[in-house]
C-alpha cells in the first residue's frame, strides 16, 4: 500500500487478524484516493452493556493534499456494531462515500439540468 497507514486501538487489546482486515479495506481506498498522504484508522471499544455486547466504533482520518477527510462509524445505539467486521465494512464504506464526493467537488463535476422550465409546457410545433 503507497498510502502510510496508522492503527491504533483504544480500550481494546491489537488483533493481527483485525490490522489485517484493516490493510486490505484501505488498500481498496488506494483506487480513488491517489494522491492521499496519510491514513489514520482508530478502533475503539465501548463499555459492554448489561444485556448486549461491546459495541465497536472505528474512525478513518484521510489525509489528501489541502484537505483532510473524516469518515466513521460509530451509532451508540447501532447494535450490529457489536461485531467488529461489520464496523469496519460500514467505516471504509462511509470513507469510501466521502473520499468520492471529494475527489467529484475536485474535478468539479457538478450536476447540471438542461434548461427545464418548470412547471410551463413544452413549445407546440
Known amino acids: 500500500m503507497a498510502i502510510p497507514l ?3 486501538f483504544r480500550d481494546m487489546d491489537p488483533s493481527p487478524a483485525i490490522e489485517s482486515r484493516i490493510r486490505e479495506k484501505a488498500a481498496k ?20 452493556h448489561q444485556r448486549r455486547g461491546r459495541l465497536y466504533s472505528i ?20 447494535h450490529a456494531h457489536e461485531d467488529i467486521h461489520v464496523a469496519i465494512r460500514d467505516a471504509f464504506a462511509a470513507a469510501r462515500r466521502r473520499l468520492e464526493e ?21 413549445p407546440a410545433d
Do not use: M, Y
Not at 481506498?29 to 459492554?48: D, S, Y
Not at 467537488?105 to 409546457?121: L, P
Open 102 to 122: 471529494h475527489v467529484r467537488r475536485r474535478r468539479g463535476d457538478v450536476k447540471a439540468h438542461a434548461g427545464a422550465t418548470r412547471g410551463k409546457e413544452p
Open 59 to 78: 474512525r478513518i482520518d484521510l489525509r489528501t493534499p489541502g484537505e483532510e477527510l473524516v469518515a466513521g462509524h460509530g451509532h451508540p445505539q447501532d
Open 29 to 48: 481506498l488506494e483506487r480513488f484516493a491517489a494522491r492521499a498522504t496519510g491514513c489514520r484508522v482508530t478502533v475503539a471499544a465501548r463499555n459492554r
Open 6 to 8: 496508522q492503527i491504533s
